[in-house]
């Protein structure tokens, strides 16, 4: 171990931080000018160009941003759906994979095969048929398209539910069933067991919903106070395209929460996306 | 005649017990399944079905369907240059975007996994960070860092005197598209370290010990064991990334809006400005645009498919 910050290693350790330094200092160059500009009058930032560091420091930005440009409204928004949306996931993929991770029922076996043609189909670009379907349901302009939508179709997570189901010892099941649970009862007792594939549903889903952009933007077109973060901040720059400043203030209160808590939790992003390719 | 019962009832019971539980049981599973069909139908099923059938028929404006059309949505994408455009577009997009990622995260990956570089978490963390930004909103923070008139990337190149007046960089078809697959590259860089790095662990640590010992210095280490080690999951990286660039759409809906004119459309940009952005709109020309190119990009899975399985053979032939 010693000889790891000696001599040839030491040496190769600042040649990289001299690369990575400067690299790393670019790469968050936007979120940094983003959080200056967030702090400068309006006329400033017009002004300032690339440099930071603003001549006065103002919190009207955000007032402006927060309660003006509705964006209290829109993190709530982006919030409730994502929130629902990975609820809904967790629990429908984990019934469903318990069902069919542990029973044998008329059409089980076709269901799963269905399940496992469509994981090699590209989700075509399933806007369309999406939108007539919300629209004959009457669920346009309601929050509920949106969050329908966010949760999908399901079909990879509660694989991975199957997947962990089945490696559950029957012994359990039957040490429950003497001792008088009933169905659902069975499944709460178990359901907690899976909590590594529910963390990765949990991230995958909540990244997914809210990181989606496309389903909200053309389902809450006429109804402005369901917008997302990501929709508001659009129509934001659509309306005061003058108002820079409210701008990057409206853009950091929209990415500042999920950086905070992909930093907490980063080990757990990093583990749910590389499960991706570990297969 | 009461013994008799009393005979026969236990196992009757027993028999009862075991059928109406099984039938409980079995009605259950259809409650708890019941869910998840509805959402994989309406989600999953419906989308592809409804894309078909759609792109045969004229919809009206309700989203119900009018007539049947025979190809004729097929023949008027041939006959939009746009629509080719948007097709050139988005496998220009892909390519050079895919060419740039994987080899500058796989870079990336490999040096922040040396046990002799401290810090690494720092730096880990500062190239995942615009992960979780929303690909929208990152196309808006480029448009303004951007912008020709006073953005910070202009200022700063006018500052050095590296321009004599600003860029447009969404100015042009090919400026534009390099614009977008840059802004794309910062935004998912980070997914694709992870990638790598979850494939670089899978070496195991005994055989760097013992290429130590044979005496590989770090470039043999890397060219000679690591690289022909992580083949296989190179193939599915390189699908995840492939798979990835076919659908952009965000960026470009935010930094260019597929302009100037149309100029840097790509295919789900197309299916959006003929879905959601006319009226009336058309959403025959639509699914056949999103049904060609789902067509097209499952032959690139296919391909890429054997591509696998094929290394994955040459690695069990060879042993691991």
């Keep these: 171990m010693t000889k790891l910050f000696t001599g040839r290693f030491r040496l190769y350790n600042f040649i990289a931080w001299f690369f990575l330094i400067i690299v790393i200092f670019f790469w968050m160059y936007p979120f940094i000018w983003l959080i200056f500009a967030s702090f400068k009058l309006p006329l400033d930032l017009f002004k300032s160009g690339a440099s930071l560091l603003p001549k006065a420091w ?105 997947g962990y189901f089945k490696n559950i010892p029957h012994d359990m099941y039957d040490a429950a069933i003497v001792d008088g649970a009933n169905f659902v009862q069975q499944f709460m007792l178990v359901l907690p067991l899976a909590k590594p594939i529910i963390a990765t549903t949990v991230i995958f889903t909540f990244m997914s919903a809210w990181n989606e952009f496309f389903m909200p933007l053309i389902f809450t077109l006429s109804t402005p106070k369901l917008r997302t973060l990501a929709v508001g901040l659009r129509a934001f720059y659509g309306e005061f395209s003058f108002d820079w400043s409210g701008f990057a203030a409206a853009t950091v209160i929209s990415v500042m929460p999920i950086i905070l808590v992909f930093i907490l939790f980063q080990d757990y992003f990093v583990n749910g996306l590389s499960g991706a390719v570990k297969g | 005649m009461s013994i008799e019962m009393e005979k026969i009832s236990p196992l009757r019971r027993i028999m009862q017990l075991i059928f109406t539980r099984r039938r409980t049981e079995m009605i259950w599973c259809y409650i708890f399944i019941f869910p998840f069909v509805l959402f994989f139908c309406a989600f999953t099923i419906w989308p592809i079905v409804g894309t078909v059938i759609y792109s045969f028929t004229h919809v009206n404006g309700a989203g119900l369907i009018d007539q049947f059309v025979g190809f004729k949505n097929y023949t008027s994408l041939f006959s939009d240059s746009t629509f080719l455009r948007s097709v050139v577009n988005t496998v220009f997009f892909t390519t050079v975007n895919t060419l740039i990622k994987l080899p500058l995260s796989l870079f990336l990956a490999i040096l922040l996994t040396r046990h002799w570089l401290k810090g690494r978490t720092f730096f880990r963390t500062g190239f995942f960070l615009p992960l979780v930004i929303p690909g929208a909103i990152v196309g808006m ?161 296919a391909i890429q498919g054997y591509f696998v399985t094929h290394s994955q053979r040459t690695i069990h032939e060879y042993g691991s």
């Design chain 1, 58 to 162: 103002t919190i009207e930005n955000y007032q402006r941003a927060w309660v003006q440009a509705h964006f209290s409204t829109y993190f709530f928004n982006s919030t409730f759906y994502s929130v629902s949306a990975t609820s809904l996931s967790v629990l429908i993929a984990g019934m469903s994979g318990y069902v069919l991770a542990r029973y044998q029922f008329p059409g089980s076996k076709l269901l799963y095969g269905f399940i496992l043609a469509m994981l090699f189909l590209p989700a075509a670009a399933s806007a369309v048929p999406v939108f007539t379907l919300m629209k004959n349901l009457k669920l346009l302009n309601t929050p509920y398209s949106v969050i329908l939508a966010m949760t999908g179709g399901g079909g990879f997570t509660t694989l991975l539910f199957v």
């Design chain 2, 141 to 301: 923070i480029f448009t303004f860092i951007l912008n020709p008139a006073n953005g910070a990337l202009n200022a700063f190149l006018l500052q050095l005197n590296l321009v004599s007046r600003p860029i447009n960089f969404v100015g042009s078809r090919w400026l534009g598209m390099f614009t977008i697959i840059l802004v794309s590259v910062w935004g998912i860089l980070g997914q694709y370290m992870i990638y790598w790095m979850a494939a670089l662990q899978s070496v195991p640590e005994e055989v760097y010990e013992a290429a130590e010992i044979d005496g590989a210095n770090e470039w043999q280490k890397l060219t000679l064991i690591t690289l022909p080690i992580i083949r296989p999951v190179a193939t599915i990286i390189l699908f995840l990334g492939l798979v990835n660039g076919l659908r952009v759409f965000d960026l470009v809906l935010t930094l260019t809006s597929g302009g100037p004119g149309s100029q840097t459309y790509v295919v789900d940009y197309y299916i959006y400005a003929r879905a959601f952005t006319v009226t009336p709109p058309n959403y025959g020309v639509a699914s056949a645009a999103s049904l060609l190119f789902g067509t097209a990009a499952l032959i690139v899975i």
